[in-house]
């Protein structure tokens, strides 16, 4: 009767759906009844918006308005010769400090959700927006 178990299983695993892959890998991958495929400390791989980038080129931020989950990590990458700054307005929220020309660095988008405004520290004028949500 393995066929029934495993029917069950399928329609388990379409109701859990991404639940799954957050709930410990028994829940989802013990099916073969063998070799239980350890291995893969459960770091929940990130969905598809946790990782977001910013590309500072001809001193604009590129996308000038951005949309990204809570707590994502960005990254700044500065495309230009001139040192920049991704820099939260008013609420501080984020900062990447400045980012030497040719650079990267990386900020955590903030947890709570709503509209972030920031701006290059050095040349104030290059403004970019963040949503969280
Ligand atoms: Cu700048």
Redo the contacts with the bound molecule.
């Keep these: 009767m393995t066929a029934l178990r495993v029917h069950l299983r399928q329609e388990r695993i379409t109701v859990a759906g991404a639940a799954c892959g957050l709930l410990a890998l028994t829940a989802c991958s013990g099916s073969s009844g063998g070799s239980p495929s350890t291995s893969a400390p459960v770091s929940t791989p990130p969905p598809a918006s946790a990782a977001a980038q910013i590309v500072?080129k001809d001193?604009m931020f590129g996308p000038a308005s951005l949309t990204v989950a809570p707590g994502t990590v960005v990254t700044v990458r500065n495309e230009?010769k001139?040192?920049?700054?991704a820099t939260a307005t008013g609420s501080q929220a984020f900062d990447t400090g400045t980012i030497a020309g040719g650079k990267s660095a990386i900020f955590k988008a903030p947890a709570a959700a709503g509209t972030y405004d920031y701006i290059?520290?050095?040349?104030q004028y290059?403004k970019g927006k963040l949503t969280v949500r």
Excluded: G, Q, R, Y
């Design positions: 500072i001193f230009d001139t040192p920049h700054t290059c520290n050095i040349h290059m």
